[in-house]
């Protein structure tokens, strides 16, 4: 499952975050150190990247079904889920879940716990 922003240099896609370049590109801990990424302290890897670095930029929308209730995914990292609901009735006794607005939620749940995943993706012109 993928949701967020996500660049590809050189044939490797990395997840992504910025609103305006350079973007930072993040690196799973558990792979070898790409070429220009440097150490973080909770142990991935990352890199700012320039236009010219990069072959392709994109944003992934996914929303999924958790539980009885569609959620809009945030991003994934390690397998965990990272979303928000709009709503109410979730379930306020479970510690991966918190109320952060009236009828707004985030969660953070394993992927494998949501189904009925929708994935749009929209190339980001820059």
Known sequence: MRA?????????????????LPFLVFAPAQEPRPDGFA?????GWTRLVDKSEFQRAYVV?????????????????????????????????????????LFEWLGRTPVEELDDVVETVDEMAL
Do not use: F, K, Q
């Open 4 to 20: 967020g922003m996500y660049v590809e240099i050189d044939g490797a896609t990395y997840r992504a975050t910025g609103n305006e």
């Open 39 to 43: 150490a973080e302290p909770d142990g």
């Open 61 to 101: 929308r996914t929303t999924a079904r958790w539980r009885d209730w569609t959620v809009r995914v945030n991003r994934v990292e390690d397998g965990i889920a990272h979303w928000r609901y709009y709503g109410d009735g979730l379930p306020a006794d479970d510690s991966r879940v918190s109320r952060v607005g």
